[in-house]
């Protein structure tokens, strides 16, 4: 027998909604109903196998039962605007499936279902009606069956005529009579007061019907059941029609029309599932009758041996596109190049580097020196910084290296964990890469020339063509430059601040020992709340399910309830510097005495750099002990000299110029101090009589105020009531009244637009700012405020880096940049340099990008990295 699966879409979106946590694209658009829905509508159908599909829609027009009860479904809650935004993607993507659908003026979607149902059932076609609302159970029969999700729409319960009575006690159709008398809030059909679920099934499992219960009103024990069920006999009657689904709707249904769902645009859905980033659905898409092409490779030429490499370089074209593979190695010295890809547009060559470095290490290296450095080849390579890395370590520098498909990639959506090749791909051609092993990879390069093309014209469309080609396709080679080079460690002063941090933690875990008055392990969560809540009976700020909460928060809320909080939380800073930098750095020195950390270019969402493996820019410097540790980073060799050059509050500079805000450039250009500046403003006293606290003050709102910091936010970190802090914000505005409009319009760009720029049309795209959850629109809010500030700073360092790297090489000078922490640059210069590198670097950090405030640099000199901050 055949099978039709019709899908109540109205109900499983709704399920899907409330069941599924909140997903959004980059660009804000909400999927998780969407994501939800085409889930279980997969796993429905793989489980049926169904012939047909059909999904039935509610429409916004009255139906017939609307025009006979006015307060037909009157008092439900309006669809949410998150929800309703999702039905023309569930529909479009239904159409791109080939799923019929139906939905027509003055019937409900349960009415087309009916008449579907019946008729199906009719031509000798088992129905499978899947649906959130039990209201669809009445058409339970023999041949119809009932999918009722539970638990959102992960679980079902299947219900024919059969396993409907051996749970209800009644049938299908007496299904009918027990919602009349019972009624159903949800629909506002009234019922007869009084008459809750289980007297209503009791009286229809009695006497068969409404009628019959009106009829035997006499017989039905209970005075104030018997009044009304008189008093309502109309009522009962009536809603017992309104429960009604019709199976006579006035449509017509082509079920040979309908098996033809399974011929569906595959390749046009795929697109639209990455734009909505579902590609986890991909997967899970059915085949296609329709006969699709085969992927096929132009050509794919293994090369094993050296002869074979210089027969593929001699005969290359104008433009290569390179995939590669390196060795999965946790030091620098460790990793090499294994394999590489390269497509000229006619042949595609599968390159062996470890076996031909391996049999003829300086052939092959002069082989493929003299490709990567070929400035006649053009050379397209996806997250090529690593491949440079590597080659920088084999002597060899890449020269027309143009174009970095996931640098683009991640200019155009910053959100994304990672640009793979493949994801690519899939997302900006709208294509699925085939094949296994070799095959696969071939694909993947000879994509390549399309996805450059669409990229290319992706950033030129979106006017970020300086963004890219002037800073960030260069960084790639300044961001190499500082892995190869890494940065000197003192083994030594390592070894001793091993000894040093271990007896301070010895120390302080006595002392909190003395407080407790017992031994415990301080690291365990439990063992300490035990400690501060049972036995020291400290007030409990927190519950989690699995006891007392002792984390950061909770710890800083009891700072002033005993002595022993401020160890604990001492504590816990030395044992993660010492476990995290003290014996994590000792790890990671590499065989040359240095530490060569990742730098990596497209992680962040604001645009700074991140740093891994290790992440040297995360080194506390507020404890002493925390800036004890950069006493090991050292110059590269003796009478080196560590630079580091700052810029100044640029992120203050860089609000005082998007906002245009007078007194606040003033205050810049002339170099005063801008918190003690702002705190005379704030508190209204002559600059001359700010006191410490109050430019502390002035410089936690010149910060917050960056960080779109709420009146809350800034109580909580000056420790004063919610009115005062509302009151400096207050003031602060009133003095700098340009900044509340520039933030202002910030907000309103973000929320038409979905994104803010920088000022260097760098994108980032706040979702949040679009959410009816209020905590989530705050969020977006304080995004919004900061990212142009954020990244426009970002885009200053990252310019400067470039700078600086281009002018040291063109002067041919020995120093060089080593690091990068966020606003610092860190140089190792020669002795003999000194001057000169001091004079240079300054003036390419200052004159980087002309603003309306001077961006100042401080300059710091010293022979370990703690003596230069």
């Known amino acids: 027998m055949e099978r039709l699966l019709i899908l109540d879409s109205n109900s499983l979106l709704n399920r899907a909604f409330f069941a599924i946590p909140p997903l959004t694209t980059s660009e804000g658009v909400n999927t998780n109903a969407v994501y939800g829905f085409f889930n279980m509508l997969f796993k429905i159908k793989e489980e049926l196998k169904p012939d047909y599909i059909v999904a039935t829609f509610d429409r916004k027009a009255p139906t017939f039962r609307h025009k006979e009860f006015d307060e037909y479904k009157a008092g439900r809650k309006k669809m949410a605007p998150e929800l309703a935004e999702q039905f023309p993607l569930v529909k479009e993507i239904l159409s791109l499936l080939s799923i019929t659908i139906h939905e027509i003026d003055g019937f409900e979607a349960d009415d087309i279902i009916g008449s579907l149902a019946k008729n199906a059932e009719e031509n000798g076609i088992e129905v499978f009606i899947v649906t959130g609302d039990k209201d669809a159970l009445q058409l339970a029969s023999e041949n119809i069956n009932v999918v009722i999700t539970k638990k959102g729409v992960s679980e079902t319960a299947i219900y024919d005529y059969k396993t409907f009575v051996e749970e209800f006690g009644v049938t299908p159709n007496q299904f009918i009579d027990v919602k009349g008398l019972m009624g159903d809030k949800s629909d506002n059909i009234p019922g007869v007061p009084g008459i809750g679920e289980k007297t209503a099934f009791k009286l229809i499992q009695t006497y068969g019907s409404v009628e019959e219960v009106l009829n035997n009103i006499d017989n039905i024990s209970g005075k104030k059941l018997k009044e009304n069920l008189e008093t309502y006999r109309e009522q009962a009657i009536f809603s017992k029609k309104l429960a009604t689904i019709m199976t006579e709707v006035p449509i017509d249904f082509d079920f040979d029309e309908i098996k033809s769902q399974q011929e569906y645009n595959r390749e046009k859905l795929i697109k639209l599932l990455f734009k909505l980033q579902l590609k986890t659905l991909i997967p899970k898409l059915p085949e296609s009758n329709k006969e699709e092409k085969e992927e096929v490779i132009i050509d794919v030429k293994e090369v094993n041996t050296l002869q074979e490499l210089n027969d ?10 390179i995939t590669y593979e390196i060795s999965n190695a946790s030091k620098y010295s460790e990793i090499n190049l294994d394999n590489m890809m390269i497509y000229d547009g006619e042949i595609v060559s599968s390159i062996n580097m470890k076996e031909i470095i391996e049999e003829n290490k300086d052939g092959s290296m002069l082989a493929l020196k003299n490709f990567m450095e070929n400035e006649k080849i053009f050379k397209v ?3 090529g910084k690593n491949l440079v890395t590597v080659l920088n370590k084999m002597g060899i520098s890449i020269k027309s290296f143009d174009f970095d498909t ?17 994801t690519l791909v899939n997302e900006y051609l709208g294509e699925e890469i085939t094949g296994e092993g070799i095959s696969l990879k071939g694909n993947i390069v000879i994509k390549m020339k399309d996805l450059y093309e669409v990229l290319k014209n992706r950033i030129k469309d979106e006017d970020m063509d300086e963004l890219y080609y002037t800073i960030e396709h260069p960084l790639i080679f300044v961001l190499s430059s500082m892995e190869t080079l890494g940065f000197n460690i003192n083994k030594n002063k390592l070894d001793e601040l091993s000894v040093i941090f271990k007896e301070e933690i010895k120390r302080t875990e006595k002392e909190i020992f003395a407080l407790s008055e017992e ?25 989690t399910k699995t006891g007392y909460s002792t984390n950061a928060e909770v710890l800083e809320k009891l700072q002033d309830k005993h002595e022993i909080i401020p160890k604990i939380t001492y504590y816990r800073t030395i044992t993660k510097l010492n476990s995290t930098y003290v014996e994590g750095l000792k790890n990671v020195i590499d065989k040359d005495g240095c530490i060569h950390s990742s730098f990596n270019q497209t992680v962040t969402t604001t645009g700074r750099l991140s740093s891994t493996e290790p992440n040297l820019q995360n080194i506390p410097i507020r404890q002493e002990m925390g800036r004890e540790i950069r006493k090991v980073f050292i110059p590269m060799s003796e009478g080196d000299i560590l630079l580091s050059c700052d810029y100044s509050q640029i992120e203050l500079r860089v609000l005082a110029h998007m906002a245009e805000e007078t007194n606040m450039i003033d205050a810049f250009k002339h170099h005063t101090d801008i918190h003690t500046k702002t705190a005379s403003e704030v508190f209204k006293v002559p600059i001359n009589e700010v006191t410490s606290i109050m430019r502390s003050r002035a410089k936690a709102v010149n910060f917050g105020i960056v960080y779109g910091i709420s009146d809350f936010s800034l109580s909580q970190d000056l420790k004063i009531t919610k009115k005062e802090a509302s009151e400096y914000m207050e003031i602060y505005f009133e003095r700098y009244p340009k900044i509340k409009g520039f933030l202002d319009t910030v907000m309103e760009e973000a929320k038409d637009l979905g994104y803010v720029l920088t000022l260097l049309n760098r994108r980032r795209f706040i979702p949040e700012i679009k959410s009816s959850n209020r905590i989530v629109k705050a969020l977006g809010e304080r995004l919004a405020m900061n990212a142009p500030i954020q990244g426009s700073a970002a885009d200053i360092i990252k310019l400067a880096m470039v700078n600086v790297y281009n002018t040291l090489n063109s002067r041919n000078l020995k120093s060089t940049m080593i690091l990068q922490v966020h606003d610092e640059l860190i140089l190792n210069v020669k002795a003999d340099e000194l001057e000169e590198v001091k004079k240079l ?29």
């Open 406 to 422: 996931a640098i683009a990639a991640y200019l155009i959506d910053s959100a994304k964990s990672s640009y793979p090749i493949i």
């Open 381 to 383: 390579i996806n997250d």
């Open 519 to 543: 031994e415990f392990n301080i690291s365990s969560p439990k063992q300490l709340a035990k400690i501060l809540f049972e036995k020291l009976d400290l007030p409990v700020i927190k519950k």
């Open 841 to 869: 670097v300054k003036e390419e950090m200052e004159a980087v990008l002309k603003l309306s405030v001077p961006l100042d640099v401080d300059m710091n000199l010293g022979k370990t990295w703690y003596e230069a901050k």
């Open 312 to 321: 593929v370089i001699n005969n290359l074209n104008e433009r290569s596109y």
